[in-house]
């Protein structure tokens, strides 16, 4: 009887110890589901894509290419053709991209490579419809466009533009488009980065995304959980897997109405070139960070001239918006509305000053204008011989040009010039402060080597810099 008690209690202790493993996994289970649903883990994306793909085109172009009939024509006179006569050429190139419907009148954003130069635009829905169409408005520096179909239809889906500023590293996205022309493709994964500036443009602002984009989906967009386009799919990265970039919503919502009404883009300007800030630059101008945007160089009778804004003066703020980098600044003034007076803070000699400034109008000729004034050797930053680099680099000389910054791997740093370097010549002319320098770069041959003059803790020579 014993035995037999004893063998009742172990078994009692054992169903009762799997009761509580059971209570215990399904109390996690519980857990579990809860927290996934407060973070708003999806279980599938079936109903985000089903919502969304309807408004998502294929977008197909034919461009007519014309082929010279002896590609080596120019190098002879007339009459002196080797070969005759040999008429040119065309054939039709054809190309494939995505877009998404904005509104009922039938207006599609996609990226402006996608179009650029095209004959013929045709769209082509979820449904199996196909519609002719044509460009109504382009903005090359941001890669953006807007197309409108022109021939009879109705019934559209849309989709619409949500706030990409909301959007964290780590959320849930959706990529739709027509990657390798294989229509419709839905991709998932998150935002990567935010902000990234990848060199495409004076406006980088790009939201990075581990959802696969390819040849294809350009144009197409890049979705939220709600269903909101917060990103226009644009740019890959050809040397690696997992990284694709798309134009933020808010951008998108400054430029699209403006090439819907106009078909270009106005943006504002104020006349300052700028640089980044470099540890090195930090100390040398006794700043608390590398923050803001370094003026390098003003245009005179611009806007920051008539403001007071000087070369040496760091931007940190701009109409009440933080400068973190200097990509900020070109873009934070080109969305500004023309004729607006804003304020801009700035440190110059360890003081915040804030000023007033007005906003102008860029223009082809204004830029143009500013590169002039700007002139400088890639990879090479110079100034006059102040005080503040005197006492930096431990300089007796007055005369000349001060190296300030050297960009890593340049032609600069590759010739061996250095940061505290005084060039006293170039292509054999003195130059004895910044705008002699200016003036002697801009007389400088622009397609072969630049010689200078170099005095370096008491030596002179010479080192060229090839300029490609």
């Given at each position: 009887m014993k035995k037999k008690t004893v063998f009742a209690l172990r078994a009692i202790i054992l169903l009762a110890a799997f009761a509580g493993f059971l209570t215990?996994?399904?109390?996690?289970?519980?857990?579990?589901?809860?927290?996934s649903e407060?973070?708003?883990?999806?279980?599938?994306?079936?109903?985000?894509?089903e919502k969304v793909k309807p408004a998502v085109v294929n977008i197909s172009t034919e461009t007519t290419v014309k082929i010279p009939g002896h590609p080596f024509r120019h190098y002879f006179g007339p009459g002196e053709e080797p070969f005759g006569d040999i008429p040119d050429r065309e054939f039709k190139q054809q190309s494939l991209g995505s877009g998404f419907i904005i509104d009922k009148d039938g207006f599609i954003i996609t990226n402006n490579h996608v179009v650029e130069g095209a004959d013929e635009i045709k769209v082509k829905l979820a449904d199996g419809r196909e519609f002719e169409a044509r460009v109504t408005g382009r903005d090359p520096k941001t890669d953006l466009a807007l197309i409108k179909i022109s021939s009879v239809f109705k019934n559209l889906p849309t989709l619409t533009l949500g706030d990409s500023d909301k959007m964290r590293v780590g959320d849930w996205v959706l990529a739709i488009g027509n990657p390798f022309g294989l229509e419709h493709t839905v991709t998932q994964g998150i935002i990567s980065a935010t902000g990234r500036v990848i060199g495409s443009g004076p406006y980088d602002n790009f939201l990075q995304t581990d959802a696969p984009i390819n040849p294809g989906n350009s144009g197409g967009p890049l979705v939220n959980l709600k269903g909101e386009v917060i990103g226009i799919n644009s740019a890959i990265?050809?040397?690696?897997?997992?990284?694709?970039?798309?134009?933020?919503?808010?951008?998108?919502?400054?430029?699209?109405?403006?090439?819907?009404?106009?078909?270009?883009?106005?943006?504002?300007?104020?006349?300052v070139s700028v640089q980044n800030i470099t540890p090195e630059i930090s100390q040398a101008f006794e700043l608390k960070d590398t923050s803001g945007a370094l003026v390098s160089e003003v245009v005179s009778d611009s806007p920051a001239d008539s403001a007071g804004i000087k070369r040496g003066d760091v931007i940190v703020s701009f109409d009440r918006k933080d400068i973190h980098k200097m990509q900020d600044l070109p873009r934070i003034v080109a969305e500004t509305a023309v004729g607006k007076s804003v304020d801009i803070k700035v440190i110059r000699e360890k003081k915040e000053l804030t000023l007033q400034i007005i906003i102008a109008e860029l223009t082809e000729e204004k830029l143009a204008r500013q590169e002039r004034q700007s002139e400088d050797m890639p990879g090479l930053s110079v100034d006059d011989i102040t005080s503040r680099w005197r006492s930096r680099f431990g300089l007796r000389e007055n005369t000349g040009v001060?190296?300030?910054?050297?960009?890593?791997?340049?032609?600069?740093?590759?010739?061996?010039?250095?940061?505290?370097?005084?060039?006293?010549?170039?292509?054999?002319?003195?130059?004895?402060?910044?705008?002699?320098?200016?003036?002697?770069?801009?007389?400088?041959?622009?397609?072969?080597?630049?010689?200078?003059?170099?005095?370096?803790?008491?030596?002179?020579?010479?080192?060229?810099?090839?300029?490609?």
């Open positions: 215990s996994a399904q109390s996690g289970c519980e857990k579990m589901k809860s927290r407060y973070v708003g883990f999806p279980q599938s994306f079936a109903d985000l894509a990265n050809p040397a690696g897997q997992g990284i694709g970039f798309a134009i933020p919503s808010s951008m998108a919502k400054t430029i699209i109405p403006q090439i819907k009404e106009k078909g270009k883009v106005v943006r504002g300007w104020i006349g001060v190296v300030i910054e050297v960009l890593q791997g340049s032609a600069a740093e590759k010739s061996g010039v250095k940061p505290g370097d005084i060039i006293k010549e170039v292509n054999h002319t003195a130059v004895r402060n910044l705008s002699e320098y200016n003036s002697a770069i801009r007389n400088a041959s622009r397609n072969k080597a630049v010689l200078f003059l170099i005095s370096r803790a008491g030596r002179t020579f010479f080192v060229t810099i090839i300029v490609s």
